[in-house]
């Protein structure tokens, strides 16, 4: 008779022990995952490093550029207001102030506009109190308009040297109609002719001032509202120059 060697207490060992091997090799690919996934992390981790201070140098290095640039602009700025009040105070100690501030921008705009030096040299060292003047006098002339029929009206002066006459607008009645006389509340012009030339003329509401040179008189005149149809002329003359 032949006995049977099979063991059942084996078997379980054996399944136990494949069990075991099973978890333990589980275990060790966990390991070895982990272990790499750190690895990797930690190379990441550092390219990454490595990265944001490449980056926070460069921001470093542009902030520095930025500072210096600024300090740089501010101290051109400083100097540049430096000058500009240095320049100011030397502008305001070379220019003159008041009236005469006035005459010199005068002077220089007359130059700009091509007056001759020679001739306003000469202006300013004739300016002086009037000398040798007459008393004023006053004449009186109608003024024409487009609706006046009569002859051109004038006044002379000056032994009959110097001319004056003038034109206005016509007034307007309540009808709107046309007058014969001039409305002296609108623009009228006058013409001054001396020696049988027109030398100046203005065109403007009255009172009008002008003075003029006929020989070696200044004549200060003032037109002025007269009588209906009727311009005032008030005038004077000095010495020249």
Known sequence: MRLN???PQNRYQ?????RRIAFISVVIMICVAFGTGLYL???NAGQQEKAYKKQLDESLLEREVLQNTMTELRAETQTALTRYEQLQETYNEILPEGPLRELTAMLKQQL???KSPERLGFLIRSARPPRGCTEPETKRFVVSTPSYDGSDSQISVANGALVIKGAGQSAMSTEGK???????????K???IANGETVASKDSAMPIRHSIIV???????TI???ARSFAKVTFDSCDYP
């Open 5 to 7: 060697s099979y063991n």
């Open 14 to 18: 054996r399944r136990n022990s494949e």
């Open 41 to 43: 992390g930690k190379q």
């Open 112 to 114: 700009d506009e091509g």
């Open 178 to 188: 046309a007058e014969a006389w001039y409305d002296p509340a609108k623009s009228i």
């Open 190 to 192: 006058i013409d001054f």
């Open 215 to 221: 020989d070696d008189r200044e004549y200060r005149i």
């Open 224 to 226: 002025a509202e007269g």
